[in-house]
């Protein structure tokens, strides 16, 4: 049987899956993302992260037949390299990361972009299989879109699906990325996080901090978010408020522009919300909508939190054939 691993690099965890043939998760391992350091350290972290995935799945890792890595940042399959994934520690530069994690592990490593390999997912295995064109957005840290156009992914000229630096306000909130006004500045949760700090700064209360002490955590989690919803807690409410007209505002535009057949939601904060905030989504986008009378579709993302490991394994399988 051939074993290969998937694994989805993102800013607050990291996600090994090892699957079969079918993509049936045999073995999987979930690590914090490194919050200090830099790239080899994120890169010893996913090492470990696949080698306890393949211990459950009764493999050694190199015994796979691929490692399929789905990343943020600039990535480039051909060198291997991620440059500027700015959401992990000391990662402005170039790093070679299919290279460290083969001279660590042993087999072959491919490498995509993050948010496309999940929608690659989500279109061969998940929510999107009925459609030949697909939007995929993935509410997280930041906020990315796959385009998959007439059953293949749209990558333009490697930087489409930027939904999230989508402007939905002229001269509006500073965003992660510098500019102003980007659907991330609102909708990401690493700008909600650092909304709510400056909120608290002013004054203004929220169990938000208390429950992430609690937690034992160092960041304000999905999870976190999650729970205050559940307590009624006023600023995490209207974060998520502001957050939801960001986000409509810019699916809408991205389907006006792309009339695709359907939009599959999922990220950590999309996947975590689940279905009363996919219905919230849904009905902030209809005001947007130019051909408002056929809205496409908003789909909670099949494969949940997994999806971008296993869209990472996918990629391995071409790994396979090289
Ligand atoms: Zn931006």
């Known amino acids: 049987m051939k074993l290969r691993a998937g694994i989805d690099l993102g800013g607050t965890k990291i996600q090994a899956v090892v699957v079969d043939e079918q993509y049936a998760v045999l073995g999987q391992q979930r690590l914090p993302t490194p919050t200090k350091g830099g790239p080899q350290d994120v890169a010893d972290a996913m090492a470990e992260a696949i080698r306890s995935a393949a211990t459950e799945a009764e493999a050694e890792p190199a015994e796979l037949s691929s490692i399929g890595v789905g990343s943020p940042g600039d990535v480039d399959d051909e060198t291997g390299t991620v440059t500027s994934a700015r959401n992990l520690p000391g990662w402005e530069g170039s790093f070679g990361l299919a290279g460290a994690l083969q001279d660590e592990l042993g087999p072959a490593v491919r490498i995509g972009n993050d948010v496309t390999v999940a929608t690659a997912a989500e279109a061969e295995l998940g929510a999107g299989q009925p459609y030949s064109s697909l939007l995929g957005v993935f509410w997280g840290t930041g906020v990315g879109a796959g385009i998959v156009l007439d059953g293949k992914p749209w990558t333009g000229r490697d930087a489409a699906g930027e939904i999230g630096h989508m402007v939905v306000k002229i001269g509006g909130a500073k965003c992660p990325c510098g500019r102003h006004g980007c659907v991330e500045a609102y909708a990401g949760r690493g700008a909600m996080e650092t909304r709510a700090r400056e909120l608290v700064r002013k004054g203004e209360e929220t169990n938000l901090f208390k429950i992430m002490e609690k937690r034992g955590r160092e ?42 057949e359907a939009v599959v939601l999922g990220g950590g904060l999309g996947v975590r919300l689940g279905d009363p905030y996919r219905q919230r989504i849904e009905q902030a986008m209809l005001p947007h909508l130019f051909a408002d009378d056929r809205p496409p579709p908003l789909l909670l993302a099949q494969l949940g939190d997994l999806g971008g490991a296993i869209g990472a394994a996918l990629l391995a399988a071409d790994g396979d054939r090289r």
């Open 219 to 260: 960041r304000l989690t999905s999870g976190i978010w999650a729970r205050a919803l559940v307590r009624h807690d006023r600023m995490a409410q209207r974060l998520v408020d502001r957050a939801i007209e960001a986000l409509a505002a810019g699916i809408a535009s991205a389907v006006n522009l792309l009339d695709v």
